[in-house]
């Protein structure tokens, strides 16, 4: 299990003022206090965690037995976290009892990559005006620190700041519609793209686009700013195609 001060420092504090988009914490839930959230929702939002940074791989079968003995909770609030999941396909059911990382086509998952670059550059034009000098800093100290992941080949921690470096960006474009979409394609993608990193690594022209990207909102140029986005999410594009 991760370091939850690790997450801490990477997540939360880019996020704070944003609490709908999802978060880390780990893999327990709890309805002892009035103020939790439903237990299906916690279950839903961990399981959607982990696929985002890929720590389900494609095909990774998911018993609601299993995991509901693992988490100390009836097998209810599982299986109604599950079904959510697979109805916003980042899971496929068989059955009402069984459920599964989809194993997608390589075209399918070159155009789930495809339409977040679309996305994902549309948000990143809106937020660069809109980016505070804060903001700013603490993007290039994450582009700085998942340089150093890269190097140590640590892609685990790499994959967390990288879900914080870009939905810094987007949470500040002033759209939660573009945001809670966006969200939604990285939990199908999660598993493919971690696949993709821990078994090729990361070209140089890739590893410094994220620099590129702060330097581009530090100028206020919206359009390079989008144009970089695009670029970075599109190696997924060019990957499976």
Known sequence: MRDPDLCDRVIHPSLEQKPSVMTWSPMTVSAENDLA???NQQVYQQLKWKLTVGEFAPGTGISIRRLATELGISAMPVREALK???SERALTSANKRSFRVPELAKQ???DLFFVRSSLEGIAAELATPRLTKDQVDRLRALAAEMDK????????VYLTRNFSFH???????GNAELVSITESL????????????????????WQNLHMQIVNAIAARDAGLARA???QDINWGTGAFQ
């Open 108 to 110: 399918n998952v070159a």
């Open 84 to 86: 959510r999941l697979a």
């Open 186 to 205: 990285w939990a199908q993608t999660g598993p493919f793209l971690a696949a993709g990193v821990r078994a090729h690594g990361m070209s140089p022209d």
């Open 149 to 156: 992941d890269i190097d140590r080949e640590d892609y685990s």
């Open 167 to 173: 939905f810094t960006i987007y949470t500040a474009a």
């Open 228 to 230: 970089l986005i695009e």
């Open 37 to 39: 959230e439903p237990l």
